[in-house]
């Protein structure tokens, strides 16, 4: 395993993802920075740290794998060092373990379990750190969180390992990133139904702003599918603009924006048409082939999960009857840009989920 890694893996550049509380990101920041930059030059790793007022934020190290195994270390130890400090207040005796969070897209997580969870245990095994992969996906991403805990040096060995499997097993299909989001807002889905619930914030507000942008919802970067920054500006403007109507009245949602709420009923017959709004895009239409057997995922039982994405992007979505002797069906999107690029990732991301079993999205 050692040396796999440290022969093969030389040359080959890696990014992991690590998902950290605000304390945790201040302790690895150090005053002024000073704690990061010497961990970027000691390790040689692109140390970046996500922006933001989020009580989560998200910590990227990139670079060749010895790089990154060095970068770890020092967080490792860096974070048994802030439990030492935090003990020497405490009466507490028995030294709590150092936790990471890695972010993995969900699918490489089937190869990190293997076949009834023989790799996982392996891992566990051969390094003593408690691993742990999250059974859902981290809100509004196709990442899942994996919990890795113990002493430094069992946390190193067990970072070695997943690093491992990783590169054996690259990610199939785009994967979208979790972003931490600021605390709990009012969401208002395209229905108009209000939901206090911050899991949906995206893709809700994101299907009302997209009606009135003709922008791409997302640009692909290597293997990520990236929210447009445009989109996430208008996202935050959108959020704060709270306390929403109740649902039925027609104020507008936004100051100088006419679009009255309608009740879900109304709202299923305007759905994925601009009747609605008043500032929508000119309609353009994209074609998509799906295997036959992979067509049921996207429909969804008795068509839940195609209303589903008509609604979260806002576009038409026709899915052509099977022709004989064809192993496709033809799918057919009507929207904006922004609309239709929303529907080919939420589908894309379905796909994903029923390729890789990981069952509903």
């Known amino acids: 395993m ?27 920041i150090g005053k002024k920075g000073e704690t990061v930059k010497k961990m970027r030059e000691e390790s040689g790793a692109r140390i970046n740290i996500s922006e933001g007022n989020c009580p989560e934020r998200i910590v990227t190290i990139t670079g060749p794998t010895d790089a990154i195994f060095k970068a770890f270390a020092m967080i490792a130890y860096k974070f048994e060092e802030d439990i030492i400090n935090s003990m020497s207040n405490s009466p507490a005796t028995s030294k709590p373990p150092v936790t990471l969070r890695l972010v993995v897209p969900a699918s490489q997580c089937g190869s990190l379990i293997g076949k009834g969870g023989s790799k996982i245990k392996e891992i566990r095994e051969s390094t003593g750190a408690q691993v742990q992969v999250a059974g859902d996906m981290l809100p509004n991403s196709t990442e899942r969180a994996v919990t890795i805990s113990g002493t430094p ?8 390992q997943i690093c491992v499997v990783m590169l054996e097993s690259p990610p199939k299909g785009a994967t979208i990133p979790y972003r931490p989001k600021p605390a709990s807002t009012p969401v208002i889905f ?29 640009t692909i ?19 704060q603009q709270t306390p929403f109507p109740p649902l039925g009245q027609t104020n507008p949602a936004f100051p100088g924006e006419k679009l009255p709420l309608h009740s879900s009923e109304e709202a299923q017959n305007l759905m994925g048409q601009s009747s609605g709004l008043d500032a929508s ?35 038409q979505i026709k899915i052509a009857n099977a022709t004989e002797g064809s192993s496709e069906r033809q799918i057919t999107i009507t929207g904006s840009p922004a609309n239709i690029s929303l529907a ?9 989920s029923e390729v890789t079993g990981m069952g509903a999205l």
Not at 12 to 23: E, W
Not at 153 to 160: G, L, N, S
Not at 221 to 232: E, K, S, V
Not at 283 to 289: G, I, N
Request: aromatic share 2%; hydrophobic share 40%.
């Open 281 to 315: 895009p000119p309609a353009s239409t994209h074609e998509l082939t799906i295997p036959n057997d992979l067509i049921g995922c996207i429909i969804g039982r008795q068509g839940t999960k195609i209303n589903e994405i008509r609604q979260m992007s806002g576009a």
């Open 153 to 160: 040096d069992a946390i190193i060995q067990c970072v070695k």
């Open 190 to 218: 395209a229905g108009g139904q209000v939901r206090a619930d911050p899991l949906a914030a995206s893709t809700a507000n994101l299907s009302l702003l997209l009606q009135h942008q003709p922008l791409p919802a997302y």
């Open 221 to 239: 970067q290597g293997q990520y599918a990236i929210p447009h920054p445009d989109l996430t500006k208008l996202h935050q403007l959108a959020m």
């Open 2 to 28: 050692e040396s796999k890694v440290s022969e093969g893996g030389l040359n080959v550049t890696l990014t992991i993802r690590l998902l950290m509380h605000g304390k945790e990101v201040g302790s690895i």
């Open 344 to 352: 080919q990732y939420l589908i894309n991301a379905r796909l994903t």
